[in-house]
Each structure stands twice: as C-alpha cells, then as structure tokens.
C-alpha cells in the first residue's frame, strides 16, 4: 500500500524558511504531476504549487518568488523549498502525487509562522 511520508513542518518566525519533504513509501509508476496543497484554519483547501512530469512548475499567486517546488523522479518525491515566510502562510500542508491511475496524498504536515 503506497503512502506519502512527509516531514519538515514546524513553527518559524515571520521571514523564516522551511523546507517540507513528501516521498513514496512504495514505487509510483507513470507519475504525471507532484504538489502541495494546504488548509489554513477554518478555510477551504488551496492549491499551493504543482510540478508536473516535464518540470513545468504552477504557483498559487501568494507563494510566487517566496517558494519553490521541486521533485526528484528516481525516488519518487516531491519538495516545497518555503522562504518569507508571512502569518498567513499558516496551515496544513498536504502533498499529492498523481499517476494515471491515482491520486494519493500525505497525511499533512502543520506550518505555523508567528508574526
């Protein structure tokens, strides 16, 4: 059974940097894009950056020039380099992974930035 390892959440002061990890605990075969997505407290969940196949990269426009997206083919992982990071950046951070069959996600990694 596949399952998306995350790590690399945490709580950091405004302008601060983290760096959050996600990888396949098994292979994934045929992936089409790799993402992160998150859910601020009591709002819906957003769309963060998507890196597809080819490396084309999608940015939400309040994370563009602070984060990077990033993913490493071989192991099956996907990576979201954060830095400037603002309060409103708060949320739970969920990777996804998507092959032509499937959709599997992270179980969420806690991003707290106080101000």
């Known amino acids: 059974q596949v399952q998306l390892v995350e790590s690399g959440g945490g709580l950091v002061q405004a302008g601060g940097s983290l760096r959050l990890s996600c990888a396949a605990s098994a292979s994934i075969l045929s992936v089409y894009t790799m993402g992160w997505y998150r859910q601020p407290p009591g709002k819906q969940r957003e769309m963060v950056a998507v890196?597809?196949?080819?490396?084309?990269?999608t940015y939400a426009d309040y994370v563009e020039g602070r984060f990077a997206v990033s993913r490493d083919n071989v192991k099956v992982a996907v990576y979201l380099q954060m830095n400037s990071l603002k309060p409103e950046d708060t949320a739970v951070y969920y990777c996804s992974i998507k092959n032509y069959a499937d959709t599997y996600w992270g179980q969420g990694t806690q991003v707290t930035v106080s101000s």
């Open positions: 890196i597809a196949s080819g490396g084309s990269t």
